[in-house]
């Protein structure tokens, strides 16, 4: 069945899609977005929603000197500069402005104070009231229906139409019934996240989180992976990914990582440390997962807890049962079964190294914060797989380049199906790195979408 062509297609409903079309309708384009799910929600609505933003007024009212430029240096720094750092500073650049057009939009976010997060020079994660990515979608799908666009859910991108110099003339969109439509397009945006939910393709390219719990979108399949094999579009750090040290086992719920970057440890089965938790929740699952059982114990305190408070993650992880509390060692070892003698030695161990200022044997500094005292919280975790961080290389504007490096004419990608901003494997993820590809890549891909569908119109 053949519809009648838009200017602009974008297909994926998450973060990436909805900022592109809205991106698209506000540079005056006919906008559709075709999502494969009956909702909008992708990986997105599963996350704290938080997108980092430098140089914002909210940051100017707190006292916090920021700039893009510090912003592009902490992402960079993480990984030694393994991406491209064009890209990395351009979504710096537009990052505070990018926050200003969505609260324009309705989108309702506010910065995040009270800590912040490993990698993070200062506190500039913006996020939405409760800290949910549900409210962030709820609020970006209100904007892009006042801005215009036609949605269409339940639509799969299938397969696009392209000419021999690899132009997409149209969309092959597959219902759930088998029914297939063709609509042509004057410019594509693909926003079809990660492939996190494609076990087959995690195996073959993150084979160290295969078998591993993924607590991501299931529907993020990676179905971009052949089309651009057979666009000829050039793929990177498909080994990238953003992990995370702290999922409950049994519950589903991320125990959000300021419970270690403020004081807290994790320990193993043994009661013992076995890594540096303060380098980030990304590389910490891979961690976690090699210690006997896959699981261990995150220990924090009540302080702690009061920082946790602000998310509904916490909320959901209280509600779930997946957060114990105890008044001494005794009753910790007790409620955990962990060895008592090995867990006391474990957390004298982290007070004294508080006190004295020395690094552990792992390179973790634990002062100047509090030593960790009783009450404490504590739940048992796995190492979890989030989101995958490669895909297709786009430039500075999110145009899809080929292998031999010119660029598609009218093809674009943003979030998980772009090259994402972390470079290869799992420790170059800082947080808020999802979301800055998301929304930023996503702004630029649509705004750059409704140009090429100008140029090329009749
Ligand atoms: C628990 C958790 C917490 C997180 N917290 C944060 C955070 O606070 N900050 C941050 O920066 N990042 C965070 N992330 C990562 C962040 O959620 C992702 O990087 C981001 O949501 C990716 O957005 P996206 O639009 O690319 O993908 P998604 O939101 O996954 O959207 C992709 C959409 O495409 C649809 N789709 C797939 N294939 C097709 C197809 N063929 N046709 C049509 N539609 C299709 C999917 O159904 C989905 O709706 C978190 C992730 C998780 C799991």
């Known amino acids: 069945m053949e519809t009648a062509g838009v200017e602009v297609l974008v297909a994926g409903g998450g973060a990436a899609g909805l900022v592109a079309a809205l991106a698209a309708a506000d540079a005056g384009a006919s906008v559709l977005l075709v999502e494969r799910d009956p909702v909008l929600a992708g990986t997105t609505a599963m996350s704290t929603g938080l997108i980092p933003a430098a140089g914002t007024p909210e940051q100017a009212a707190a006292g916090i000197a920021d700039s893009p430029a510090l912003l592009a240096r902490d992402i960079l720094a993480k990984h030694g500069g393994r991406t491209d750092a064009g890209v990395v500073e351009r979504l710096a650049a537009e990052s505070a402005p990018a926050v200003a057009w969505l609260q324009r939009h309705g989108v309702p976010l506010s910065l995040v104070t009270g800590f912040t997060y490993p990698g993070h020079s200062v506190m500039?994660?913006?996020?939405?009231?409760?800290?949910?990515?549900?409210e962030l979608v709820a609020a970006l799908a209100r904007a892009v229906e006042a801005a215009g666009v036609a949605i269409v859910t339940r639509a799969r991108l299938a397969d696009v139409e392209a000419g021999p110099d690899g132009r997409?003339?149209?969309a092959v969109l597959e219902r759930p019934d088998g029914a297939v439509e063709r609509i042509g397009c004057g410019a594509l945006v693909l926003a079809l996240g990660g492939f996190a939910g494609n076990a087959e393709a995690v195996a073959r390219f993150l084979p160290e989180m295969a078998g591993a719990t993924m607590h991501g979108h299931p529907g993020c399949r990676g179905d971009w992976l052949a089309l651009a094999e057979r666009l000829g579009a050039a793929l990177a750090d498909l080994d990238s990914y953003q992990g995370h040290g702290g999922l409950a086992a049994g519950h589903g719920v991320p125990i959000l990582w300021p419970s270690m970057t403020e004081g807290g440890v994790q320990v193993n089965r043994a009661g013992l440390r076995f890594h540096d938790e303060s380098r980030g929740y990304s590389?910490?699952?891979?961690?976690?997962?090699?210690?006997?059982?896959g699981v261990a114990w995150s220990i924090w305190d009540a302080r702690i807890q009061q920082v946790l408070d602000q998310f509904d993650d916490t909320r959901d992880a209280r509600a779930?049962?997946?957060?114990?509390e105890a008044d001494s060692v005794a009753e910790l070892a007790a409620r955990t079964g962990l060895p008592e003698a090995a867990l006391g030695a474990t957390l004298a161990e982290v007070a004294e190294l508080t006190r004295s200022g020395a690094p552990c044997p792992f390179g973790r500094r634990f002062a100047p914060r509090p030593p960790l005292a009783p009450p404490f919280h504590a739940a048992r975790v796995t190492g979890a797989?989030?989101?995958t961080q490669g895909g297709m290389v786009v430039d500075t504007d999110a145009r899809v380049q080929r292998r031999d490096g010119r660029p598609l004419p009218n093809l674009f990608a943003a979030g998980g199906t772009a090259r994402g901003l972390s470079g290869p494997g799992a420790s170059g993820?800082?947080?808020g790195n999802g979301l800055l590809a998301a929304t930023g890549l996503g702004r630029l891909a649509g705004r750059s979408?409704?140009?090429?569908?100008?140029?090329?119109r009749p």
């Open 283 to 293: 590389e910490a699952a891979a961690a976690v997962n090699a210690e006997p059982g």
């Open 385 to 387: 797989l989030f989101h």
């Open 320 to 324: 779930a049962g997946a957060i114990l």
């Open 449 to 456: 979408a409704a140009q090429a569908a100008r140029e090329t």
């Open 124 to 134: 500039r994660m913006m996020g939405t009231p409760n800290r949910t990515g549900a």
């Open 168 to 170: 997409i003339a149209a």
């Open 429 to 431: 993820y800082i947080a």
